[in-house]
């Protein structure tokens, strides 16, 4: 999630401050967006210390004052080499709370990293847009659904799975079809908000089978057993 940044923090650049637009599974988000900037922080000695956040369930931290002492604190140097600045669900804040931000986003200074979130581009104003680098982040929500598969993951998922164990055990299975089930398996699990432990599993697993050769068969048949 975090290269693009990792690599500028590298080569001692400023940073333009960053967007992660994600899809409608909060949750699952922001545990590896923590996980993963708590990661990239350790690997450049900066600790929780210098992190900052106005965090999303925090109906406090979406007013104009609370959002003006949190960017007051960029005007201080930081501890160590850089400090983190996260606004989660930037586009809860009002206008003018935005507004408030412009200046710090305009010019964060070498030593401040700014972070923005949203689940969307459509609250947040131009004039914030047009200052921050958008990256991406949508992935359960973009897999289409194979229907043959979405029938039996949900018979499966009520205590019948018979038809998918036959399916898939007794017969020779192409590459493409391992990975039409497991996406429409993660798809299935992602909408039914059931099996959270295996979303992000199921998510590497795929893209091991399409990027480095994973052995598509062993993984299918492992999340069949698991259902």
Not at 8 to 25: A, W
Not at 126 to 143: A, F, M, N, P
Not at 152 to 179: C, P, T
């Amino acid at each position: 999630m975090f290269q693009k940044l990792r690599e500028q923090i590298i080569k001692g650049e400023q940073i333009t401050p960053f967007l992660f637009v994600y899809n409608d599974v909060s949750e699952l988000f922001y545990e590896r967006f923590w996980r993963e900037l708590m990661t990239l922080c350790a690997e450049f000695w900066v600790d929780t210390y210098s992190v900052y956040s106005l965090l999303r369930d925090n109906p406090e931290s979406h007013k104009i004052a609370s959002v003006k002492e949190f960017i007051h604190k960029g005007d201080e140097s930081p501890r160590q080499a850089f400090q983190v600045f996260v606004f989660e669900d930037f586009g809860r804040l009002t206008p003018q709370s935005q507004n408030a931000c412009l200046k710090f986003i305009e010019e964060p200074g070498k030593s401040n990293i700014i972070i923005l979130t949203a689940p969307s581009l459509q609250a947040i104003l131009d004039t914030i847009l047009s200052r921050v680098q958008v990256e991406y982040s949508w992935v359960y929500k973009t897999y289409e659904k194979n229907m043959f598969f979405l029938n039996h993951i949900e018979e499966a998922l009520m205590g019948d799975k018979k038809i998918l164990v036959r399916y898939f055990f007794s017969q020779k299975i192409e590459k493409q079809e391992y990975l039409d089930f497991l996406k429409t398996l993660l798809y299935t699990l992602v909408e039914k908000w059931t099996h959270l432990h295996l979303h992000e599993k199921l998510h590497d697993d795929i893209q091991g089978i399409e990027s480095n050769n994973f052995i598509a068969r062993s993984i299918v048949d492992r999340y069949i057993l698991e259902l």
